[in-house]
């Protein structure tokens, strides 16, 4: 079975300043994804990133890094220079044992704070 | 209309009524998918289609009922729910590769808040 452990029900961060939204996950297959999505206050969830099991390298996406550290089983987001709209519920999410079945972490609230 | 599209974006219904839920994805994706999310839960996966065949049933209940007319359209149609079927329903999209890899992401629309008194 596939799990997604995210701790922190809520985070707080200085407008430009950097935070990491934190993400353990837990399963058997050797191949999975890993995947941050957003999502404001409107409801849409809006894909952030994506870190597969065999990548060598983490994952970037302009202000969005992932920082995977496989052998302790973390996929935490680090947002650079937080802006107001940054402020939203982030969901870490992944992918295994069938590529279709994605298990989404319970997420974390970010507020950015001018 | 681009990306995934969500109609209605709120609804209240009563335990009797018979209603649905619409959504329409504008990229091309050749799957679709229901997600169920609660508060304080994570999202729970409902249906999946892959090529408008239903792949995934997770043992949801009879009374949300999926359609899924084409790879552009697909409906849930809602009837005598009960109360703690009240939650955020989104809908998302994925282009998938036959057999599958990992990278298909999923592409969500903005989801139909119910309300069921």
């Known amino acids: 079975a596939q799990k997604i452990t995210q701790t922190q029900p809520g985070m707080f961060v200085q407008e430009k300043e950097a935070v990491t939204l934190d993400c353990t996950y837990d399963t058997s297959d050797p191949s999975y994804g890993l995947f941050w999505y957003k999502q404001p206050s409107s409801g849409e969830m809006i894909f952030l990133i994506y870190q597969g099991s065999y990548d060598q390298q983490n994952a970037t996406e302009g202000r969005y890094s992932l920082n995977f550290q496989k052998a302790r089983k973390s996929a935490n987001l680090v947002i650079s220079a937080s802006q107001l709209g940054d402020s939203a519920m982030y969901f870490c999410?992944?992918?295994?044992?069938?590529?279709?079945?994605?298990?989404f972490g319970i997420g974390t609230k970010l507020q950015v704070i001018p | 209309e681009t990306g995934v599209t969500q109609t209605p974006r709120h609804l209240v219904m009563g335990m009797t009524n018979k209603k649905s839920l619409k959504c329409e994805q504008h990229?091309?994706?050749?799957?679709m998918y229901w997600y169920k999310q609660s508060a304080k839960k994570p999202l729970e996966l409902m249906f999946v289609?892959?090529?408008?065949?239903?792949?995934e049933n997770n043992s949801v209940p009879s009374r949300f009922s999926p359609e899924c007319p084409n790879s552009s359209h697909l409906f849930l149609h809602l009837h005598t729910l009960q109360p703690e079927d009240s939650a955020l329903y989104l809908c998302?999209?994925?282009?998938?590769?036959?057999?599958?890899?990992?990278?298909?992401?999923?592409?969500f629309g903005p989801g139909t808040r119910l309300t069921v008194l």
């Open positions: 990229l091309g994706h050749n799957a």
């Open positions: 999410a992944m992918s295994a044992g069938g590529y279709q079945k994605v298990t």
């Open positions: 289609y892959n090529f408008k065949e239903q792949t």
């Open positions: 998302a999209s994925s282009q998938e590769q036959r057999g599958g890899t990992l990278t298909d992401t999923q592409y």
